[in-house]
């Protein structure tokens, strides 16, 4: 829009952020009186205001967050880390701009006043004294408690803590850690030693609340067994997704992602079959054996295998997914290796052998009887069923050859 002769920019404000935002609209200049310039401006001051929106509905969403009811111990150093970055970010940017010198010319100083070398390296070992020593009597006051507050609420923290939380002390303890080793750095950069500022930590939410994937392994399974699954697929199910497990960890279910899936399809695909019984692969995790297996040029397991593992903790995610709110997406979905040949030309035809075999039964070369058909004997039983659609199985007692047992197949 336009008022007198400049060009502003209006929006209207969401109503589900006005009560964040405490306005209808955003009205900005666009500091210009060209049409073509504010076409150009308005662009740029569009996509500032969509972030300001998303940004307000970050914390709100994260207001209507429960609060953690504590730190974990992985959160705590990494926290530790942003605040130890950002005091040697801060020192980095002051030694950047120039230490004033009073023996400068007046002409040349900067138009913002500047600390000289030595206020700046007194303030930095009061700071980090000041931290010694409520860290060695156990006492954090108003300056280290407020540093933490701030620090939860920084842009990539964002970390509601209970009130009263175990955390809180565990905190101050590490934001006087992080002052105390930043202190440390920069005396070694004031004596003009080479210290670097470590990268910026990326900050762990904590993990979504929900049962661990191994209890509801355990629960499935319990339930399967009441609908009658047979044994070999429950097993199945048992060391599929337990081998997640040992490549992800044993998290709450609603804490696991695509990612999570693709590693496990990744690994999974580089064992070969039977891994477990293979020479130099035997009493090895799935992970170690997996990279073991490249390095010693295994033939992987077959294209079918994998699918079917995909298959079992897909299956799984499914299940989880109608029982719980947490689980948003199957994290194997759609990973299925597309498979050239069809199920039936996958497996290997009888040889001759094999028919030597299943036909050198008593059931085709002559048995003691229908009841008594695994036993060599006279009668041929060749009006009944188990003639022409079951291969016999060994007999215990005499030990008659025949082909793997209770396999049923059409002749």
Known sequence: MRRGQTFYLRAAVPAALRPALGKREITRSLKTRDPRDALRRVRIESVRVDEQFEAARRQQRHEQEPPQPDLSEEQLRELKAVYYRHLLEQDEEIRLAGFHDPDEPEETLPEHPRDTFDEHEEGSEDLASHARRGYARGKADAFIRSEAEDLLDWDGVDIRLASGSPGWPRLYRAVQE??????????????????????????????????????????RIAEQQRSGVSAKILHDYRTWLGYLIEIAGDRTIGSYTREDGRRFKATISRLPGNWAKKKGLKGLGVVKASEK??????????????????????????????????????????????????????????????????????????????????????????GLARFWCRCSGSSPERGSTSCASSVRTTW
């Open 178 to 219: 992080a002052l105390i080793e930043a202190g440390d750095a920069i005396a070694e950069r004031n004596k003009g030693r080479v210290v670097q500022t470590p990268e910026a930590p990326v900050i762990r939410q904590a993990p979504p609340p929900g049962p661990l994937l191994s209890e509801l392994i355990e629960e």
């Open 293 to 382: 297996a490249v390095r010693l040029e295994m033939e992987p397991m077959s294209v079918a295998t994998v699918n079917k593992a995909l298959s079992r903790v897909g299956a799984f995610w499914n299940w989880a997914g109608k029982h719980f709110d947490d689980v948003t997406r199957n994290i194997v979905e759609g990973q299925a290796i597309a498979e050239r040949t069809s199920a039936r030309d996958q497996r290997q035809p009888f040889t001759a052998d094999d028919l030597t075999r299943i036909f050198s039964a008593p059931t085709y070369k002559g048995c003691d009887g229908e009841r008594r058909w695994a036993y060599p004997g006279q009668q041929v039983l060749d």
